[in-house]
């Protein structure tokens, strides 16, 4: 496989890494040619040891015209659909990697981009990762089983203070200095940690409870240094089935917590991303035994190697519709998100017309 990433920050490393270990061919190219620099020299050895010889380097107005069977896009969220938008009218490729949230709250283009990826035949997906692990795996089999009885509701927060992302980016010194402190640009964090809603409607999603139809938000915004951003999002939220349950997000909980819990008629789930370092878990109980506990070893790879993994049987005969981050499902965060803020703005629930498709036209206030 040939591929390319757009964007040599933190997350471009990860995923040119684990593009890597399969053996594939890959070309980073970012607009800032410090930003390259620092790649070869600092993040990529830092976090694997030497650099790769074997992955290119260019500038945006040096890219080569050549095709490529894939495209990953790691750049700031208000940029992702217009390199998208380019990527699918030139030279289309086999499978486009959106990195998440997929685009600011305005939703702007988002509909055009998924129409332009299905008319190129492209399989589009969005880079919520934490839908292919094993402790999600293991809970799916929890509900598949019918552990827990019958689902009666949902929790899933990812609370931590986001100083992790300014060690990995020393360069930053502040949200203000990127777009992370811009909940316009899809930072703040109803963005950054957008994987607790997502995460909340996949399993929801497991359960057989459809889609996120209404939202209700209450927002801790922040404006200093020029940035303005959410540091506190709270949801409820109601599927198309009546089912109900909440999500909660920040940038200041220490150290994190990123969980969910599943409450069944007669037990519950626990899922826990990096319960301890080095572990994700899974803890169930029936109502009857003993709870379970499952520690599940990871490193940080291997969250972008899964990724990567699932890429490939997509690339090979799993069918795009059955991608727990297939494009069309990174867009049911994003609605969710859009909603948040309009709620919170109004001080009122909001509804999601999903026939209305991937537009701000989709969103509804409640009287």
């Not at 976090?47 to 700031?76: C, M, Q, S």
């Not at 699918?88 to 988002?110: D, F, G, H, M, R």
């Not at 940080?300 to 494009?327: K, T, V, Y």
Request: hydrophobic share 35%; with cysteine; glycine share 8%.
């Amino acid at each position: 496989m040939n591929v390319k990433i757009y964007g040599a920050g933190s997350i471009g490393n990860h995923l040119a890494h684990a593009c890597r270990k399969k053996g594939w061919e890959v070309l980073i190219c970012d607009r800032d040619a410090t930003a390259l620099a620092r790649t070869q020299a600092e993040i990529y050895p830092s976090r694997y040891r030497k650099w790769d010889d074997a992955i290119r380097l260019t500038t945006i107005e040096h890219l080569p015209n050549e095709p490529f069977d894939i495209v990953i896009i790691g750049t700031p969220p208000d940029t992702h659909l217009e390199i998208a938008e380019d990527v699918l009218q030139t030279n289309a490729p086999k499978l486009l990697l959106i990195e998440k949230p997929v685009c600011p709250p305005s939703l702007v283009k988002a509909q055009y981009v998924l129409e332009l990826a299905k008319k190129a035949g492209t399989i589009a997906c969005v880079g919520y990762n934490h839908t292919l692990t094993e402790n999600t795996k293991k809970s799916e089999q929890f509900l598949a089983h019918q552990t827990i009885g019958q689902p009666l509701t949902i929790s899933a927060k990812f609370r931590e203070h986001w100083g992790g992302i300014f060690r990995a980016h020393p360069w930053i010194s502040g949200p203000q200095d990127t777009y992370l402190g811009f909940w316009e640009r899809g930072g703040g964090a109803s963005g950054e940690h957008s994987h607790a809603i997502n995460i909340w409607q996949h399993f929801a999603r497991c359960c057989g409870f459809g889609r996120v139809v209404e939202v209700s938000a209450m927002l801790d915004m922040v404006e200093e240094q020029g940035a303005n951003y959410d540091r506190v999002c709270l949801l409820h939220v109601k599927t198309e089935q009546g089912f109900v349950g909440d999500i909660a997000q920040d940038v200041v909980t220490e150290p994190a917590q990123k969980q969910v819990r599943i409450e069944g008629s007669h037990g519950y789930i626990e899922w826990y991303c990096n319960i301890e370092n080095g572990y994700d878990a899974v803890m169930a109980w029936d109502g009857k035994n003993a709870p379970s506990k499952e520690m599940l070893p990871k490193t940080r790879p291997d969250d972008f190697n899964n990724e990567i993994e699932h890429l490939d049987a997509l690339l090979h005969g799993l069918n795009p519709q059955e991608s727990p981050i297939a494009l069309e499902r990174g867009l049911d965060t994003m609605l969710v998100i859009a909603a948040a803020h309009l709620s919170a703005q109004h001080g009122k629930r909001v509804k999601i017309h999903y026939d209305a498709g991937y537009r701000r036209e989709a969103l509804e206030l409640f009287p």
